[in-house]
């Protein structure tokens, strides 16, 4: 039976803003140990990042997305962020040392490893690679003594971002509904990134 009116809820979102669906999945049990896909791609390491070198690549892989978190970050704030022991960033890089995806596990949380940041540059999206870098990623945060390993989404993100994840053994355990000011109104991003996502401009003016 559907539902009545009376059970919808309409949550206003300031014009300067922008509104998601935040999916946060999790992975309980160890997967299986699976070969490694093919790829001609290396993971590396980055052991001393230096701020804009990080967010260089950030930039490059999470503007189609709106990726903006860690861009709004002092130098300060980010240096010790990618200086804490407990988070280890790795970069996707090309037989010429190009550097075309990022993985970020953070183990901060005692016997638990979120996958911060997933993705590759848009270039290499629908070609495979992807299951590539979750089969490292998850071979890194199964660790000894993790008994828990998740990650998050939203309906900014790729389309088949929350299926991928799905098919590579997380499950949902959590939906919540974000807002915030949209990066390019507030000169974070080129107001070009992401034109799937429609840009209020008139309405925020």
């Not at 992975?27 to 791609?41: K, V």
């Not at 260089?56 to 903006?68: C, D, H, K, M, Q």
């Not at 828990?148 to 959590?174: E, I, K, M, N, Q």
Request: glycine fraction near 6%.
């Amino acid at each position: 039976m559907p539902h009545g009116t009376d059970t919808m809820a309409l949550i206003p979102v300031a014009a300067e803003d922008l509104a998601t669906v935040v999916t946060s999945l999790e992975m309980t049990t160890r997967p299986l140990p699976r070969p490694l896909p093919p790829s001609p791609f290396q993971l590396v390491h980055w052991t001393a990042p230096t701020t804009e070198r990080y967010r260089t690549l950030f930039r490059r892989i999470g503007s189609p997305w709106l990726w903006y978190s860690r861009l709004v970050m002092t130098d300060a704030e980010l240096h010790t962020l990618l200086d804490n022991p407990a988070i280890e960033v790795f970069a996707v890089t090309d037989r010429a040392g190009v550097e075309l995806g990022m993985l970020e596990l953070d183990f901060r949380e005692r016997g638990q490893c979120e996958l911060s940041f997933f993705g590759l540059v848009p270039e290499l999206a629908g070609k495979g690679h992807g299951r590539w870098l979750m089969a490292h990623a998850l071979t890194r945060a199964w660790r000894s003594g993790v008994s828990r390993v998740w990650v998050h989404t939203c309906t900014l993100d790729h389309p088949h971002a929350l299926g991928f994840y799905r098919a590579s053994g997380f499950t949902p355990f959590r939906r919540t509904i974000e807002t915030f000011p949209d990066p390019r109104l507030i000169g974070i991003l080129p107001r070009d990134a992401a034109p799937q996502i429609p840009l209020f401009e008139d309405m925020a003016s």
